[in-house]
């Protein structure tokens, strides 16, 4: 399995622009996290979805921030506008879920570096 | 709310000393505890899982220990060596049926040759 995709790796736009990042979780996976990574904050959880539904949307900061997953292969999260303070590395990891355990090990993509000027 | 705080935030090391990297935790009611390795403009990448059942796991040069009951994990590497600097962080899933994961800000490591 080719793992995690993520595109674009690298992203540079002008404050203002609408951004889309994409992922493509691993093939039968039921699990989708979108993170953010700063230097100021750490890893963060923004959003994840089970099975294409979104779970838990708490960490997702504003309403610029949006996510969507129409079929169990592809993700994207959307930020419109975009602001400098939204320049940040962006995860997305995917997981299995085993019923009768608390395994649930994530797998992350590579990231995608997003710097707005 | 979960917190996760690993110290210290950078280690340098020379090659071949064993080292210790350690993560605690404010809620001791967790699923599981991850170990992940960053290397510098890459993903995560999964080192070991640990149960809450479990006590430690081992990979390797690597034994990562859970101590759920006063909120600390210990991440040992033996006999380390240049290939091993990244950054390490922690990772606990607290129970309450979610799958959010609470990560540490991480420890650098650079081993020096």
């Known amino acids: 399995d080719a793992g995690v995709i993520q595109s674009p790796r690298h992203e540079v736009t002008e404050m203002g622009q609408e951004v889309t990042l994409r992922c493509k979780p691993i093939?039968?996976?039921?699990?989708l996290f979108w993170y953010r990574q700063t230097m100021m904050r750490g890893l963060e959880l923004l959003i994840y979805?089970?099975?294409?539904?979104?779970?838990?949307d708490s960490g997702m900061p504003e309403d610029r921030f949006s996510a969507k997953m129409p079929n169990a292969s592809f993700s994207t999260l959307k930020i419109q506008p975009s602001e400098p303070r939204d320049s940040a590395v962006y995860f997305c990891a995917s997981s299995l879920a085993f019923r009768l355990a608390t395994y649930n090990e994530q797998f992350f993509g590579p990231g995608t570096r997003l710097t707005v000027l | 709310k979960q917190e996760v705080t690993q110290i210290p935030a950078a280690l340098s090391v020379p090659e071949g000393e064993n080292l210790v990297l350690n993560c605690s935790f404010t809620?001791?009611?967790?699923?599981?505890l991850q170990w992940f390795r960053q290397d510098p403009g890459k993903g995560l990448t999964s080192l070991l899982l640990i149960q809450s059942s479990q006590r430690e796991q081992t990979s390797g040069r690597l034994n990562a220990s859970l101590d759920k009951s006063s909120g600390r994990s210990t991440l040992y590497i033996a006999a380390s060596q240049p290939g091993d600097s990244a950054t390490y962080l922690c990772?606990?899933?607290?129970?309450?049926?979610?799958?959010?994961?609470?990560f540490g800000k991480g420890t650098k490591l650079t081993v020096n040759p």
């Open positions: 979805f089970n099975n294409n539904v979104p779970i838990d």
């Open positions: 809620d001791s009611a967790i699923y599981n």
């Open positions: 990772a606990v899933r607290t129970q309450g049926g979610s799958e959010k994961l609470v």
């Open positions: 093939s039968g996976h039921d699990y």
